[in-house]
């Protein structure tokens, strides 16, 4: 059986309009998953930036993203006594525990996603343009 | 050369039986493996659930496993003053701290996981019944 | 359209001078990426190692690494009263919290990283000899 050749990287512009924020991408996420038409394999999402990240969350009550937001600054204080000039050594290293990439399960064409997760892009130096990349590997 | 078609899916079926724990579940994923016979390429370990996670950690001292749920509930409280209603947003950081999936390379047929390096299902907000969905990309 | 057959993982050999450090390993992996000359596709980078971990992260001021690890030793302190008897707990939570595996996607043969993305290997419990795996799937 011979598979299908690569498919194009593809990517969902944003714009942060707070310091700290989440924003749920799944539906950008599902329709390049759906214009790409691969039956079965990985969808992964990607954050090129440093002070943002990624994760997969609840989004049907949106106090889990408030609590999330408020969690990170408690454990993670901007006035930490950072040595990095720019006033958001926080917002790096929350990207770093966060993490920049999702792997998703793709199968008959749509995102494995359990019933209550959804993906949301992290912003925590905005607010600013940021960009996702999507890329899918049929397998 | 031709590659193989898609692998299928194949999910893990997991019963917990406290609100903190972690599952070793390195044996269950090496038998996926196995079953699938794919000889080179990456397993990839999902959690569809938002109060639960994955890590790969050591397993041969059990106390590793007690400090690491132990500094996580020093980290995130459950008593932290958080607004969502459920009583689990601790969980629900966790998972988001730990992260919800692993990306494991295979060669030769083999899991290449290091010495000390172990597969575990982190609950976050048990007993619960739980999934793990393992996917195997070729390549 | 046949693809290309799987490639080789290749291993890049570390060593770690102090406890704490964070090595940049980005020109390491690109170097791998152009050798196994696959156009399109994602690059893992794995570690095989619980007290030890991965990162993408800002590497034109080096403060931001430095913040990073003094950030995470405020969160995970060395003598938090773990039970594990080797005195490096802190070492392998904070492994599990910056995560052992990252996916990069590439394109035109190249690592799709952002402006301001490097890969670090971040080292928890050295000195000590390290291993990290790459691993491209094409597609």
Same mark, same amino acid.
């Given at each position: !059986?011979? !598979?299908?050749?690569?498919?194009?990287?593809?990517?969902?512009?944003? %714009?942060?309009?707070?310091?700290?924020?989440?924003?749920?991408?799944?539906?950008?996420? @599902?329709?390049?998953? %759906? %214009?790409?038409?691969?039956?079965?394999?990985?969808?992964?999402?990607?954050?090129?930036?440093?002070?943002?990240?990624?994760?997969?969350?609840?989004?049907?009550?949106?106090?889990?993203?408030?609590?999330?937001?408020?969690?990170?600054?408690? !454990?993670?204080? @901007?006035?930490?006594?950072?040595?990095?000039?720019?006033?958001?050594?926080?917002?790096?290293?929350?990207?770093?525990?966060?993490?920049?990439?999702?792997?998703?399960?793709?199968? %008959?064409?749509?995102?494995?996603?359990?019933?209550?997760?959804?993906?949301?892009?992290?912003?925590?130096?905005?607010?600013?343009?940021?960009?996702?990349?999507?890329?899918?590997?049929?397998?």
């Amino acid at each position: !059986m011979d !598979m299908p050749g690569p498919t194009p990287i593809e990517a969902i512009d944003l %714009k942060t309009t707070t310091r700290d924020e989440t924003i749920d991408i799944t539906s950008l996420v @599902r329709q390049v998953v %759906k %214009k790409l038409g691969v039956d079965a394999g990985i969808c992964y999402v990607y954050c090129p930036h440093t002070t943002a990240g990624l994760t997969l969350q609840e989004n049907s009550d949106p106090d889990v993203k408030k609590d999330l937001l408020a969690q990170l600054a408690r !454990m993670v204080p @901007r006035d930490a006594g950072f040595v990095h000039s720019e006033d958001n050594s926080d917002a790096h290293i929350k990207g770093s525990l966060v993490g920049s990439s999702l792997s998703i399960p793709i199968e %008959k064409g749509k995102l494995l996603l359990g019933t209550w997760q959804a993906v949301f892009f992290c912003e925590f130096d905005g607010p600013r343009s940021r960009k996702v990349l999507v890329k899918v590997i049929a397998g």
